[in-house]
């Protein structure tokens, strides 16, 4: 280059040399050194403007002002600004209207990724599949409990649900657990027996489980009829469940599932709306989350599994 032209054998060296290759003691380049100090003062530039000096709790603040949690503000105020339109349209739908539009569907599951995995995931696990024998149940299977419309999922989530069955142990004799067990089994196989039958009836588990023991949504009551299991397919689990029930107060050992509501507000205004009536609300009204986040919620789960 122009500043290095010189014979490098006028140079003077080092007197270093190995296998013949001397250190020569030219200059760097000027454009090098310029860069040099270009970058020296950029630092001090920036160690101007912005924080830099760490202090004891502190640091000095920079004559900018900036902070990172301010620009995080202002991206978080942009984002926003992009997702108001979606949001009003969202609050103004049914969660039927918002399953039917392509854009706010999508929306809708994108934006509960964060709500489920923050509400929902500690006991339906990732992608609604807990793990196994927690005794929660899979929200993406299209065995519903009670009933995978994304209306009934709305209900679901703003009342909370809570499954009741009582424990058996003083109504049955050891035979008969043995016996209903088995029909149980054989019934998720296609092949319960008439004599399984008649006990499943006069036993009263008909009441509660159906005529073809497929369950009753309105119950909760677990679908008998077919492999995919409430709590477990094994003998001993299926027995613990005759024995001891599901919510049953009174029996220690009953199986305990709660799904806690998230919306007694709506909670109150749907079952007026069943009704055909005015809601009344009392003003103590706890909203865990809000309706249109239930809506959101209610779209994501009803397409994670097979809704109905
Ligand atoms: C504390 C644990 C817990 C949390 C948190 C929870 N659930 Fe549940 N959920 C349950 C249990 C237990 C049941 C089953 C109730 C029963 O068996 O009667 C259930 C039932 C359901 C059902 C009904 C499934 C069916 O087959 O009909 C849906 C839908 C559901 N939960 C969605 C959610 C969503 C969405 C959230 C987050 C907002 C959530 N749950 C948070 C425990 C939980
Ligand atoms: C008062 C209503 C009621 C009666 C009576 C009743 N059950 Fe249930 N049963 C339920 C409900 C509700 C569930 C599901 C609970 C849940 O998921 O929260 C259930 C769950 C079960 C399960 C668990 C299924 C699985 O997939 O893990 C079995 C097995 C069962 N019942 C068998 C019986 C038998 C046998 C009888 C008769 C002796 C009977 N039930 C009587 C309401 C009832």
């Known amino acids: 280059m122009a500043d290095n032209d010189k014979n490098p054998h ?3 060296d080092t007197g270093h040399e190995w296998d013949g290759i001397t250190e020569l003691t030219n200059p760097p380049p000027r454009w090098w050194i ?4 270009l970058s020296g003062l950029l630092v001090l530039v920036y160690f101007i403007l912005y924080p830099s000096l760490p202090l004891v709790n502190d640091s000095t603040d920079g004559l900018l002002g900036w ?21 009003d349209q969202l609050a103004a739908m049914s969660a039927e209207e918002i399953l039917e539009d392509e854009e706010l569907r999508n929306y809708a599951v994108g934006s509960s990724k964060v709500l489920y995995g923050d509400n929902c995931a500690a006991c339906h696990g990732t992608g609604g599949i807990p793990p196994e024998g927690s005794g929660y149940p899979v929200l993406a299977d ?14 679901t989530l703003a009342k909370g649900r809570q499954g009741m069955m009582p424990a058996h142990k003083e109504l049955l004799t050891d035979e008969e657990v043995d ?6 089994i054989n019934r998720s196989e296609g092949q319960a027996t008439d004599a399984g039958w008649k006990l499943y009836n006069d036993k009263g588990c ?3 489980h159906g005529p073809e023991a497929q369950g009753i949504q309105q119950l909760g009551s677990a679908n008998l009829s077919d492999k995919i ?8 689990e299926i027995r613990h469940t005759i024995l001891h029930g599901v919510n049953d107060t009174n029996d220690p050992k009953t199986r305990i599932a709660v799904m806690p509501g998230w919306n007694e507000k709506l909670a109150v205004k749907l079952e007026a709306e069943e009704w055909d009536e005015e809601p009344e609300y009392d003003g103590t009204e706890t909203q865990r989350l809000s309706e249109t986040e239930i809506k959101k919620l209610a779209v994501y789960v009803h ?6």
């Open 34 to 37: 310029i860069a040099l100090y």
């Open 179 to 184: 016996q209903l067990v088995q029909f149980v």
């Open 142 to 155: 299209d065995d519903w409990l009670y009933g995978g419309s994304v209306g009934k999922i709305v209900e």
């Open 229 to 236: 299991w409430r709590f477990s397919g094994e003998p001993d």
């Open 10 to 12: 006028e140079c003077p």
């Open 303 to 308: 397409q994670l599994g097979g809704g109905e």
């Open 67 to 87: 902070t990172q949690i301010e620009e995080y503000k202002e991206n978080l105020a942009e984002v926003e600004a992009k997702r108001a339109p979606f949001e």
């Open 206 to 208: 008909v009441a509660c």
